[in-house]
């Protein structure tokens, strides 16, 4: 059974740092994998998709990798900003799984304080 | 480009009442759609996929049901909900499988 692992639950930092988003997965056979923001009542947000194919992707300050054998995927955030504050989401789609079946952790709350 | 809307943004709802949520998507076709739920303290769980209209297919065991009326129409139903049918209901749709999943605002449900 495919369990997806965000470490840490909370994070404070100040504005301008660099920080580093972890999110484990159990199952390496996975499809892609997702990073998503959600902000307090809100929908979600699609950051950057990773192929299970691909190493890494970017997107202005956000750059994603993906390390399929060990099950790992990290979200870099350059210069952080006040607006980046948000809970981010990883998920994972399983190979031979319910087709666009994400199974999502419990999320990073990010707090930048200016 | 393509938007998703979905309402009521907000509802609360008697135990045994019944339950009606819809989803649109527009700027796109025949679109992979998706409905999920984000209990209090839980992760977000895939309840219902369609991959066209009128195939349903679903992911749990539940009080729930799903209908795909129309090309860009999703919609949750219940007969008599329960309290344990609260929680925040997430529409998605998607081109297919091998592309970015893009969620709706959300409709927050209350069973009192």
């Known amino acids: 059974k495919q369990e997806v692992t965000q470490i840490p639950a909370a994070l404070s930092v100040p504005e301008g740092e660099n920080l580093v988003l972890n999110c484990s997965f159990t199952d390496s056979a996975i499809y892609n994998l997702q990073w998503f923001r959600q902000d307090p009542g809100k929908g979600l947000t699609s950051l950057l998709l990773i192929q299970s194919s691909q190493r890494e992707q970017t997107s202005g300050r956000l750059n994603a990798s993906l390390d399929k054998s060990s099950g790992r995927s990290t979200l870099y955030i350059a210069a952080s900003q006040p607006g980046d504050s948000a809970t981010y989401l990883c998920a994972v789609e399983r190979y031979g799984g319910s087709q666009g079946n994400l199974i999502f952790g419990k999320g990073t709350k990010l707090s930048v304080k200016p | ?112």
């Open chain 2, 1 to 112: 480009s393509q938007t998703i809307h979905q309402w009521p943004a907000t509802l609360v709802q008697p135990v045994g009442s019944p339950l009606s949520l819809e989803c649109t998507v527009e700027g796109t076709s025949n679109p992979n759609l998706y409905w999920y739920r984000q209990a209090a303290g839980r992760g977000l769980q895939l309840l219902f996929y369609s991959v066209g209209i009128g195939q349903i297919s679903s992911e749990v065991p539940q009080n729930l049901s799903a209908s795909r009326p129309q090309d860009r129409q999703f919609i949750l139903s219940s007969k008599k909900l329960l309290l344990s049918d609260s929680g925040f209901y997430l529409c998605a749709w998607s081109v297919d499988r091998a592309h970015e999943q893009y969620f709706g605002p959300g409709t927050r449900l209350t069973v009192t």
